[in-house]
């Protein structure tokens, strides 16, 4: 039974990694929806990322 110490260790460094990789999951599933939430609230206003930078050069919104 001198190799269940080992085993454990391998164990754990296994749990480890699938603990982090289910967390990057959860992190990049949310991170996508605040990435979608972004354009909605560009085609409210109707003005694109774009014209929003070339409106601040020009001195705000006029």
């Given at each position: ?31 996508s ?10 085609e409210?206003?109707?003005?694109t ?14």
């Amino acid at each position: 039974m001198a190799d269940w110490r080992e085993n454990k260790v391998l164990i754990g460094v296994l749990a480890g990694a699938c603990l982090l990789s289910i967390v990057f999951i959860i992190k990049g599933m949310l991170g996508s929806r605040m990435k979608r939430e972004v354009p909605e609230g560009y085609e409210a206003t109707g003005i694109t990322p774009a014209e929003a930078v070339l409106r601040q050069q020009k001195g705000g919104v006029q």
